[in-house]
């Protein structure tokens, strides 16, 4: 039935005030308000329509996302949008294309690493998407190891120029989005070469394509790689290879803000510090940990919505079926998603204030603190995002078979986010970085470096290895400082142990070759009790709105201890808790899902998206599913007729043949 809310009779089960957490979720009032808008505003455009894009063919679906994005441009000029505006409508579209590749990553690049000269010369253009941008670092052969990558530029002392060249297949240009078809311009990453010597990477700004024709300029070989994951998902991105046969470009197109190249071919560094680069690479980790709390939100907003529509098995006497979000089984996958959705958010609230904080040292030439955010992002980054794909899946599944269904949006969800598990780092190479920075750590305890931020728990050791949890009852693990200390002392105890199995090596780096499984489990602790430490951090402040805080606290316990049962190995060997007191964990875990099971629907709806951002039939707000299902269902291009195309080719001599042939 039309206009009728299905899910009323969840949403007044909510102890809390629903308006208060949206703000909570959302980081302020304004970041509240600013997102409403702009996603209704969105959702309210019909060339915005993204209903039907899994169905189009490659060269359609590119088609309209061309026309979506200068459609995008054109709204955001007409409403005089600003900068925070207009990224959340970029945002709101929810279909990749080359504008998040100009903005996300070719103009923060020349603001960067460009000299000022440079980015009045760049900027204005690329603001007015006078030239279109991309980001050229990743080749055939190299992808994280950027040290490794092939492409040179060669300094021309006799004109003043460098030689942008490809001397193999591998050195090929190969991912950057909006380079297949699109970009005019690219940052291009390549090995620098004055005199035959070997300068390493840098970035040079190189022109592509024609402005007045649009084609490629001479020299310059280049196209889209192909198909990718899902049928709609990421294929509405061109994603490009690019290839240079010797081609010029002038000198002050090197990225020169840190170091530069004179006429006379000298390399020279600027006296900008070189670890400046860095603060951009917390920026561009910190927005990825905050999109993983988004994608996971999307899809856990569907499988909370569609497990209180969804009935199955109970009845009795012709009573309603049960709810599946009433079996345990469901509670105990779904529930600790919820809540690590919000613990990604918080997470990447404190990234940012992280950000600021790293710059204005950077700022102020202090860099004390920069390996430890470098260290502590790497990692945030890769759990957020491995959590976060792996959990878009397991709501599909616990969709059950409508889940499998393009119209879910779950497909399309888990194929469009899966990226970012490699992409701005690999994740496994990225915890290998978090326990390298853990081993240094270690090694220096003894000479008197302090472990600062949040490896400072490294600094009591001594207490850590010493620590035997006095759980006694379940409702013990509620306290904030039992799971921070639990948490600590199994990290500290795993990081210790691989430190003492790799100084039996007499070469480090076979140690480290030969532990690498070992040492991303040490990782990966480290980066949960961050994430955890955040959370509890959060928690103290002051929290406004009937009831929100004791949801928090709510899930913030399920989050710690369903990492603490998930990982009950690591515990119960490092001998940080007795197998009673994991026993405990558990029963207290069951406690607090039945606690979220009322709140489930509210604590979805806190996250605000509309029904054009979440793009499912499951997840409605209204909870009409099924009528919705059925309707859907005619739309697709094979009903359009009775009898398919090829039927009366390939079947139906085929039926006849059997019909002849039968013996009946």
């Not at 949006?409 to 970085?433: H, K």
């Not at 808790?577 to 604590?603: C, F, H, M, W």
């Not at 605000?608 to 209204?622: A, C, P, Q, V």
Request: with cysteine; proline share 4%.
């Amino acid at each position: 039935m039309e206009g009728v809310d299905h899910l009323a009779d969840e949403r007044n089960k909510a102890q809390f005030d629903v308006s208060d957490m949206k703000i909570v979720w959302a980081g302020s009032r304004h970041a509240y308000e600013l997102s409403d808008r702009i996603s209704r505003l969105v959702a309210s455009d019909p060339v915005f329509k993204k209903d039907n894009v899994s169905t189009l063919g490659r060269k359609e679906l590119f088609k309209n996302t061309l026309k979506k994005a200068a459609h995008a441009w054109k709204r955001i000029n007409e409403l005089g949008l600003n900068e925070e505006e207009a990224l959340k409508l970029r945002t709101f579209m929810d279909q990749p294309s080359f504008t998040d590749l100009h903005w996300g990553m070719f103009v923060p690049a020349i603001k960067g690493q460009g000299t000022d000269e440079q980015q009045q010369q760049w900027l204005p253009l690329a603001n007015k998407m006078q030239i279109i941008g991309c980001y050229a670092q990743t080749e055939l052969g190299h992808g994280s190891n950027v040290q490794g990558l092939e492409t040179t530029a060669t300094f021309d002392h006799k004109t003043d120029e460098f030689v942008l060249n490809s001397p193999t297949l591998t050195s090929s240009k190969w991912w950057p989005g909006g380079l297949g078809k699109i970009s005019t311009h690219a940052v291009v990453y390549a090995r620098l070469i004055i005199d035959d010597k070997d300068y390493g990477v840098h970035g040079f700004i190189a022109q592509l394509r024609s402005l007045n024709d649009h084609l490629p300029l001479p020299g310059i070989t280049i196209g889209d790689i192909g198909m990718k994951f899902g049928s709609a998902a990421y294929n509405s991105m061109d994603n490009g290879v690019l290839r240079f046969d010797h081609v010029r470009i002038p000198r002050n197109q090197m990225l020169m803000r840190v170091s530069q190249v004179t006429r006379e071919g000298k390399y020279v560094h600027s006296s900008v510090p070189r670890q400046l680069v860095y603060g951009t690479m917390v920026y561009v980790r910190q927005i990825i940990v905050f999109d993983a709390s988004v994608a996971l939100s999307r899809a856990v907003c569907i499988a909370t919505r569609y497990s209180a529509v969804r009935r199955q098995f109970g009845s009795q006497n012709g009573s309603h079926e049960t709810q599946v979000i009433d079996y345990k089984t469901q509670q105990a996958r779904l529930f600790p998603l919820l809540a690590s959705a919000y613990a990604f958010r918080f997470a990447g609230e404190w990234l940012k204030w992280l950000y600021t904080d790293v710059t204005e040292r950077l700022q102020a030439k202090d860099f004390s603190t920069l390996p430890e955010a470098h260290a502590c992002t790497a990692g945030l980054k890769s759990l957020t995002t491995s959590v976060a794909a792996d959990g878009i899946e397991e709501c599909r599944k616990l969709c059950g078979g409508h889940g499998y269904l393009s119209s879910s949006g779950l497909p399309e969800l888990f194929a469009v986010y899966i990226p970012a598990c490699t992409y701005e780092g690999d994740n496994v190479v990225l915890l290998l970085q978090v326990a390298r920075y853990l081993m240094k750590a270690i090694s220096q305890l003894n000479s008197g470096n302090k472990p600062v931020g949040t490896t400072a728990y490294l600094g009591r050791k001594e207490q850590l290895m010493q620590y035997r949890s006095d759980v006694v009852r379940a409702e013990d693990w509620l306290k904030p400082s039992v799971v921070v200390e639990a948490f600590e002392a199994r990290a500290a105890r795993m990081s210790l142990a691989c430190a003492q199995n790799l100084s039996k090596f007499s070469n480090p780096e076979d140690g480290f070759q030969e532990l690498a499984a070992d040492l991303i489990e040490a990782a990966t602790a480290h980066c949960q009790l961050i994430v955890v430490s955040k959370f509890i951090e959060k928690l103290q402040q002051d929290i406004p709105g009937n009831g929100v805080k004791q949801q928090l606290q709510v899930l913030c316990s399920i989050y710690a201890l369903f990492l603490l049962h998930k990982h009950i190995g690591d515990f119960l060997t490092t001998g940080c808790i007795t197998p009673k007191q994991g026993s405990l964990a558990n029963e207290q875990l069951r406690s607090l899902y039945s606690q979220v099971r009322p709140n489930a629907i509210a604590l979805v709806d806190a996250f605000n998206h509309t029904d054009h951002y979440l793009g499912s039939i499951l997840g409605r707000y209204d909870g009409n599913v099924y009528p919705k299902l059925y309707e859907e269902a005619w739309k697709d291009p094979l009903n359009d007729t009775v009898i398919p195309d090829g039927f009366h080719e390939y079947v139906e001599p085929l039926l006849k043949q059997q019909l002849r042939n039968a013996r009946l």
